[in-house]
């Protein structure tokens, strides 16, 4: 089995002894000196299997074993085939982050995400009580050092396998929902326990796999794709090339930012690519979103993106994958002029990387993949 690269490296959490204990000490302390009576909990934009699994683990968790009334709340749509499967499928319910009303509420928590990500959204008017992640926080980044519990454990495959080392802990059973929503966060994040796995991932697989419903899970991974999702694909095969061990796809505008990463993985199985970057301009968030992958052989995705991004927006990442956000204000409606400037940009950082120029010399032979 395949360990995470970063493992060495992994983020001790900000206390010792019991995770449960002392998340359930902290959250207790804060409801006692609040007039709020719940618990919001949150996490990344556009949520993910892990992210979505997280949530709903976290909620079982505070309502059955620490007895605290939560809201589980999201920001953005959820656009990915397979992930509007997995919250249909489940019958997972959300609330709108728009219809928060501060005053409820004792504290929030974020699940699969850090304060100071860019696809992160935290209120200022309610205090930050929790973290549990696993990602790398950005250089330089202290917002997360100032979280009462902080749970992020960068040599853990997904953010589920700690929601359900959690869950362990208290002993409670699992029920069938909330175990298919963290299998599937980990199937997803480690890649069916192909990359960035560790022991506890192997445990936490398996374990959610037996008490999942194995009825839905063809349905989850394998659901009905809209034609939009096929024109999208073959503008993508047209402006991807390859460089080498290295795949570039700068897609200007796109639909939605999931696509990004599907494609990033996509573009990873070709023969012969080690790492690929892929990125485009998501109107509606009014951010360029890029997503890099690297292979088992290659090494880690974080530091490469660093290089890549060159200082530009926020950015995380774990094992062989990365990725990270760049706030963009168009002079003009419509107009592409700073995507296509920003694009420049990232592909001669990604090229310099392989020992190419911007004028095509030196370094890999550059094919078109169509």
């Known amino acids: 089995m395949t360990q995470p690269e970063d493992q060495e490296h992994s983020a001790a959490p900000n206390f010792q002894g019991s995770s449960l204990a002392h998340l359930h000490e902290t959250l207790r302390a804060a409801a006692a000196s609040s ?24 909620r079982f968790l505070l309502d059955r074993s620490l007895g605290i009334k939560s809201d589980i709340v999201t920001v953005g749509r959820i656009h990915r085939a397979e992930n509007l499967a997995l919250v249909r ?31 992160t959204v935290i209120p200022t008017d309610i205090p930050l009580l929790g973290v549990l992640d696993h990602h790398v926080t950005p250089d330089g980044d202290s917002a997360s050092a100032k979280v009462p519990h902080l749970d992020v454990r960068l040599g853990v495959g997904a ?3 700690i929601v359900w080392d959690y869950i362990r802990e208290s002993g409670l059973e699992l029920d069938q929902t909330v175990a298919t929503a963290l299998f599937c966060g980990i199937r997803y994040d480690t890649k069916d326990l192909s990359r960035n796995v ?33 024109a999208e694909l073959h503008r993508a095969l047209d402006l991807a090339s390859q460089h080498g061990p290295f795949v570039c796809c700068l897609l200007g505008d796109v639909s939605h930012p999931e696509f990004i990463a599907e494609m990033a993985d996509f573009f990873l199985r070709m ?18 979103v890029i997503s890099l992958r690297t292979d088992q052989a290659f090494g880690n995705a974080y530091p490469l993106l ?26 003009e409606e419509g107009g592409l002029e700073e995507v296509e400037e920003l694009e420049n940009l990232i592909r001669a950082a990604a090229l310099a990387v392989i020992g190419k120029d911007e004028d095509g010399g030196a370094g890999p032979l550059e094919r078109d993949l169509i």
């Open 35 to 58: 007039s709020g009576d719940r618990l919001l909990v949150l996490t990344h934009r556009g949520p993910d299997p892990d992210a979505i699994g997280s949530l709903e683990g976290i």
């Open 89 to 119: 499928a489940l019958k997972l319910e959300f609330g709108d982050y728009e219809e928060v009303q501060a005053e409820r509420y004792f504290g929030c928590m974020l699940v699969d995400t850090q304060p100071g990500f860019g696809h």
């Open 159 to 161: 953010t589920c396998t």
């Open 198 to 230: 560790s022991p506890l991932d192997e445990e936490a697989y398996y374990a959610t796999f037996r008490r999942a419903d194995r009825a839905v899970l063809p349905e989850i991974h394998n659901p009905p794709l809209p034609r939009r999702y096929y």
């Open 271 to 288: 023969r012969g690519a080690s790492w690929v970057v892929v990125g485009g301009f998501v109107e509606e968030e009014g951010e360029y």
């Open 306 to 331: 660093q290089r890549v991004l060159d200082g530009k927006g926020t950015f995380g990442g774990h094992g062989h994958i990365a990725g990270g956000r760049i706030p963009i204000e168009r002079a």
